[in-house]
């Protein structure tokens, strides 16, 4: 093979296509039959996996190994079990919008070598905008996810509130429920840990703003410029939601930016409950959030929104020389909003979901979601020697078995124990979590293929498990 043979025919383009889509739909039919999680060891996936080929393999030949030895073995969050961490669903008419983007190979840097696109992005943008409550100057701007919307929230807070000399006096507060990117995106835009706050959460798991606020006096007597607050919106151990709006208040009388990790619970303020819930949302001055999750997109969809829009070019902008001639449209180039150059058209998978199922259906998804943990919660109080330690809220539950006469220790031992062998049998995925120290198992429950018996199913076969430890 020359470089002129780096492509296929367009019959085999054609043909491989349509197995690659039959591959997809026969996984997508079976898979409440398949188990929600296959694990190999690392010799007997050496074996399958292979060598790299030296002259090239029939394309239908490699998609059908790969379907059936490489992505065999995983999780499966879209699975209707699959209840640990957050569910990740996606959906069909997504992954076709990702076969286009990729299959055309499209560019979203800037607007002139990508208006379209561009176009639709900034569509979405102001769409989200509205969702959350942000008003009309926000901007934001898509980005793989969570972990690098964080990233690119604070690094606007931090030259907003302390500019380029301010770095090495600045605070950040959160909590201790809060998700440990935040932790990593400080470090990483040059916060040392001992410029980092991270508050005992209260019973509830949410920030204490009385604590916080004496945090703030005390280090601002001591010299320091607190800067920052990174309240969530929906934790991922309980979902809770810190009091975002007595947040906002203190953030605005002591100069402060109040950061939101949404990631996980910012796009409930879709349906009524969720935005009941989010109350104090729309006053932060950053919000992240995550389409591939409560929005149901494939992976990699996240997405910053920041309240005034125009401070990200002000962190991101920059103009080298080879790059001249196409940035300067007047238009928004996406590629001064964050720290990708280079930027694959992620917005299109949210864009034709939104226009096959329409928001009502996107809605009524999320508000399944609450319902089937309300249902585990149920469940749950009529099973013996069980007891929920945080009922469910933003579509999570957490709980445990604990029959009388069993120590801190064997109840930690018997529940982490359960959830394992609960997965490995691959019934479904429940792993577990510490809250405060004590070991707990939690199942989040917005998947909308999940149904209430796949919810109850769980429950017994877990409360099978405990009860012969």
């Known amino acids: 093979m020359n470089a002129r043979e780096f492509s296929l025919t367009a019959d085999e383009m054609r043909a491989s296509g349509h197995d690659a889509v039959e591959l997809v739909v026969r996984f997508l039919e079976s898979l409440r039959e398949l188990p929600a999680f296959e694990l190999a060891s690392h010799e007997e996936l050496s074996s399958l996996v292979g060598t790299i080929s030296e002259h090239g393999r029939p394309i239908s030949e490699v998609l059908q190994e790969a379907s059936e030895k490489i992505l065999r073995y995983r999780v499966r969050p879209s699975h209707p079990r699959f209840f640990a961490f957050v569910p990740g669903v996606g959906n069909y008419a997504g992954a076709l919008a990702d076969f286009l983007a990729h299959g055309q190979n499209v560019f979203t840097g800037s607007w002139m070598e990508a208006s379209g696109p561009t176009m639709v992005e900034m569509q979405l943008i102001d769409w989200l905008r509205d969702v959350i409550g942000f008003p009309v100057e926000a901007g934001g701007v898509f980005v793989s996810g969570g972990s690098i919307a964080n990233l690119t929230a604070l690094a606007v807070a931090r030259d907003t509130i302390l500019g380029e000399d301010g770095l090495s006096r600045g605070v950040v507060y959160m909590s201790d429920?809060?998700?440990?990117?935040?932790?990593?995106?400080?470090?990483?835009?040059?916060?040392?840990?001992?410029?980092?706050?991270?508050?005992?959460?209260?019973?509830?798991?949410?920030?204490?703003?009385?604590?916080?606020?004496?945090?703030?006096?005390?280090?601002?007597?001591?010299?320091?410029?607190?800067?920052?607050?990174?309240?969530?919106?929906?934790?991922?151990?309980?979902?809770?939601?810190?009091?975002?709006?007595?947040?906002?208040?203190?953030?605005?009388?002591?100069?402060?930016?109040?950061?939101?990790?949404?990631?996980?619970?910012?796009?409930?303020?879709?349906?009524?409950?969720?935005?009941?819930?989010?109350?104090?949302?729309?006053?932060?001055?950053?919000?992240?959030?995550?389409?591939?999750?409560?929005?149901?997109?494939?992976?990699?969809?996240?997405?910053?929104?920041?309240?005034?829009?125009?401070?990200?070019?002000?962190?991101?902008?920059?103009?080298?020389?080879?790059?001249?001639?196409?940035?300067?449209?007047?238009?928004?180039?996406?590629?001064?909003?964050?720290?990708?150059?280079?930027?694959?058209?992620?917005?299109?998978?949210?864009?034709?979901s939104l226009q096959v199922f329409g928001v009502s259906g996107c809605r009524d998804a999320i508000e399944h979601g609450f319902h089937l943990s309300r249902v585990a919660e149920d469940a749950l109080r009529a099973m013996p020697d069980w007891e929920i330690r945080t009922p469910a809220q933003m579509g999570i539950v957490t709980f445990r078995y604990a029959p009388a006469g069993m120590s801190e220790e064997q109840i930690s031992d018997v529940n982490r124990e359960t959830g394992l062998r609960f997965s490995h049998g691959g019934h479904g995925f429940v792993v577990s979590t510490a809250l405060k120290g004590r070991t707990v198992l939690r199942m989040c429950t917005i998947n909308p293929q999940s149904t209430e018996d796949d919810v109850r199913e769980t429950l017994a076969m877990l409360n099978s498990i405990a009860t012969q430890l």
Request: charged fraction near 25%.
């Open 177 to 352: 429920q809060t998700h440990s990117s935040v932790e990593r995106a400080l470090r990483l835009i040059g916060f040392a840990r001992r410029q980092i706050r991270k508050l005992a959460s209260g019973d509830d798991f949410r920030i204490p703003v009385d604590h916080l606020r004496e945090c703030i006096d005390r280090d601002r007597a001591e010299g320091l410029r607190p800067c920052c607050v990174v309240a969530n919106a929906g934790t991922t151990n309980t979902g809770a939601v810190d009091p975002l709006r007595s947040l906002a208040l203190l953030c605005r009388q002591s100069g402060m930016w109040l950061h939101v990790d949404g990631a996980y619970g910012a796009a409930a303020a879709l349906c009524d409950e969720g935005r009941a819930a989010l109350d104090g949302l729309d006053q932060a001055d950053s919000v992240a959030l995550d389409p591939h999750k409560w929005m149901f997109q494939p992976f990699a969809c996240g997405c910053v929104l920041v309240r005034k829009g125009a401070l990200l070019p002000r962190t991101f902008h920059m103009r080298p020389e080879y790059l001249e001639d196409v940035g300067g449209s007047g238009e928004i180039n996406f590629w001064d909003y964050g720290p990708e150059l280079t930027r694959p058209f992620r917005a299109l998978k949210l864009w034709v």
